[in-house]
């Protein structure tokens, strides 16, 4: 029997399924679920929520990276989490890897975010790999002895000064296509000099305006974007001989829309925004009432975590708001003004408030903000899960997968009239789908 959802049946809760556990689809999925009004699904292809804000630290400090894979099992009460690769996103229903039939739902939310090259976001579908892709970078950056990082955007600034924090022997240079750190003319003045001063304290070479060719080079693996051994790059307009024996390039995101392409929804996507989905000012896609995008998939809003919770937290409130016949709720507000913590290693940074006054702060401030603790300990409560007691356990014993089991398993079976076999399937997980070419994979 395939799986069908509840719309013709009023009696049962409406069914929420959101694509991507990522910043933007936790944060929709619990605040619904603690409504109690709906049976909430998240479907992720990853058996954990990838913190990936604090994944440079992971590159760096041992054992870190156990901080950053946080299990989904205790995020909600209600519903339930699927491990699951989706194929197609469509408004008929989700198809995934492993299943005929596609899940249907009465309000999809859309958080399938982007993908970036290793170490920025991590391929791998289970814990112990992804772990041990960290671990394995940590060596390879302890015996480097002269570090290239092409691209001078939050992502290359936090790994320079992850690199040089940790390592301050190392000789690292950090190239950068445009006049300014980030992006020119975005932020105020302070903030770029602020950066770049900060990492040449550190003892990072800091080239701007200038690229690096790197002529046919080819990566061992599409979604890790390093490359290994002593190289010695050109720069194209300075001319500047940079010998390196590890060299990470890091130039930017992709968006996830390779399950929209697949479906309907493709005509949605705005080549004008590199593919993102375009959405209405009720954060709908655009032709649908009950269909939704946030976060980087959605073309609102810069690409941030903060901003994907915010939109997030948005069409939670819109949909409990309708469902219960409140009203329809005033438009989603963007924010105005472009904001930015950036970290220079655990005891520095600096940022921009997203605010009319754009006040900058120095490393002090951003220090104890996020530079220090990246925000881990909070996520892990987010997800309702305890950092330490969670890390400390995870030696002997996996996660309560069981908790709240039977009373999951109840719900899938009634809320979406799946069989036993169904429910216990989708609750177990879906066989991952290996790697293709120009696959989507985080
Ligand atoms: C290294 C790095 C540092 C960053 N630091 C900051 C920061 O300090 N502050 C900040 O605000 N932002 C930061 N960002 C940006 C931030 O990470 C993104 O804006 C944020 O992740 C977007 O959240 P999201 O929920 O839209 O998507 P994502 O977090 O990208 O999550 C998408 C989820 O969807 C899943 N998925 C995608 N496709 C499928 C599919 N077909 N089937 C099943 N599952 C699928 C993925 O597995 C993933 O879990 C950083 C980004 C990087 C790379």
Known sequence: MGITGSRENKEKKPVV??????????QCAKALDKTGHFFVVLIDRKSYFFHNIAALRASVEPNYAQQILIPYDRLLTNGCVVQAEVEVIS?????VHGREEP???DYLVIATGSSYAFPGKVAETQQPQALAHYDNLRHKIEQAKRILIIGGGPVGIELAGEIATDFPLKDITLVHSSTTLLYPNVFKQELYTRLQEGLERLGVKVVLNDRVDLGTTTYAHQHEKFIEGDQTFLTTKGKIDIKTDLTFVCTGAHVNNKSLKAGPLVAELDPNKEGRLNVNEYLQVKGYTNIFAIGDISSKED?????AGKQAEYVASFITRVELKKGMPEEYRPLKYPGMFVTLGRNGGAGQ?????????????????KSKGMFTSQQWSSLNQKMNQAIRSTDTKQPDHNSGYEKKLNSLKHSMELTEDDARQLLAGLPAKELELGQDFI
């Open 353 to 369: 408030m997203p605010s009319k006054g754009a006040m900058i702060f120095g490393s002090t401030i951003v220090k104890y903000a």
């Open 17 to 26: 399924l959101i694509v991507g556990g990522g910043y933007g689809g936790v």
């Open 303 to 307: 690409k941030l975590a903060f901003l």
């Open 103 to 105: 899940i249907q739902f």
């Open 91 to 95: 408004p008929d229903g989700v198809k």
